[in-house]
């Protein structure tokens, strides 16, 4: 008797416990499994206008949000560069100049020697040549023979060095003028205004300065991107990356939007991970886009990696250890295939006809 009220009692607690918990069936459905990724609209070729000199923002020839053409100036920059520098380097082209061909030329002096060298060893050749013959018919000393021969060679060399030290100096001074010149092109160029212009059609959509303040080359100045034509950047987690490839389908919301789903198609994908975020960057691009858009918008996005047009699938939170459920019959092994936030496509270890329960938490 003890026995079977005792195994009553145990029927009874499991199947009460059994209809306690939450159950359900396997359903054939569509199931679409997609990448998650953080999402924000930027205009297309979007770029940043640097300085090239430091100065004083003098003028703003546009506001933010007007359209502007290649070409067009954007901002003008007052330089603040000493008129010293412009000076100094007008000095030393002139002296570079006066250096090379002036009066005072370092080649005239190299020139003047030369000239003095060559009449010497003119005149210690014929002396040599002299001596030669009347030693050559045993006539003088072999002393005088030998300093005769010594002269000549000495201005032999000598020649050869003031050369070589023209040619060399020449090359120098030829070298000092280019630089002369670059370098006072150069303090022309910074020392005057200097006007920053779009290098391509589009939209200012950002100044980063007024007049009157600071200009450096460090910062950039203003914003400019295309008007009409925008790209969706997406971040991805770096798990999902190898999921990923061009042409795949994109699902987007906006929080400018609200519940309005768009259409894109991923286009791009960088190859270089962003340390700090752990994450991809990969771009997208509208099907058909929303009327108006804005530089920044942000909101979510769903690429499509794969789907099914029916499969057999469970809840997702029905599922456990990744590939186990409660029956009947108690825990089981199944195989799985797709997945999306909801629910999880079910390969093999279960039927339409078999009810789960949901595992507890």
């Not at 502007?68 to 901002?75: E, R, S, T, W, Y």
């Not at 950002?206 to 914003?223: F, R, W």
């Not at 994908?269 to 771009?283: L, W």
Request: overall charge negative.
């Amino acid at each position: 008797m003890n026995k079977l009220l005792f195994l009553n009692v145990f029927l009874f607690t499991l199947f009460s416990c059994s209809d306690n918990k939450e159950k359900t069936y396997p359903t054939k459905m569509p199931l679409t499994e997609s990448v998650y990724a953080s999402a924000t609209v930027q205009p297309d070729s979007l770029y940043q206008a640097y300085s090239i000199v430091m100065g004083i923002l003098d003028k703003t020839w546009l506001e933010e949000g007007d359209t502007v053409k290649k070409g067009d100036p954007i901002l003008q920059i007052t330089n603040t560069s000493p008129e010293l520098n412009v000076e100094n380097a007008k000095l030393a082209l002139q002296l570079a100049k006066e250096n090379y061909n002036g009066r005072a030329a370092v080649l005239a002096s190299i020139q003047d020697e030369i000239q003095a060298s060559e009449l010497r060893l003119t005149n210690d050749s014929i002396n040599y040549f002299r001596q030669k013959n009347l030693w050559d018919q045993h006539i003088g000393s072999e002393a005088e023979y030998d300093n005769r021969k010594l002269a000549f060679e000495l201005s032999q060399n000598n020649l050869n060095l003031l050369k070589r030290k023209y040619r060399q100096t020449k090359n120098e001074l030829e070298t000092q003028l280019k630089q002369a010149e670059n370098n006072y092109k150069t303090s022309m160029t910074t020392s005057g205004d200097f006007t920053i212009t779009s290098k391509i059609n589009g939209t200012v959509y950002a100044l980063y300065k007024n007049p009157g303040e600071i200009v450096t080359t460090q910062q950039p100045v203003a914003a400019v991107g295309k008007t009409r034509a925008f790209v969706i950047e997406l971040l991805v987690d770096e798990v999902d990356i190898v999921k990923l490839k061009k042409g795949q389908q994109v699902f987007l919301t906006l929080d400018s939007y609200g519940s309005n789903v768009f259409e894109a198609t991923l286009n791009k994908i960088y190859p270089r991970k962003d340390e700090r975020s752990q994450t991809f960057k990969v771009e997208a691009l509208f099907k058909k886009p929303p009327n108006t858009l804005y530089p920044g918008l942000s909101g979510e996005g769903n690429i499509v990696i794969s789907q099914k047009e029916e499969t057999l699938t469970i809840p997702k939170d029905y599922l456990f250890d990744a590939s186990k459920v409660i029956t009947e019959d108690g825990e089981i092994e199944v195989s799985v295939g797709l997945q999306n936030l909801d629910r999880v496509e079910i390969l093999d270890g279960l039927d339409e006809g078999t009810a789960i329960y949901k595992p507890e938490q």
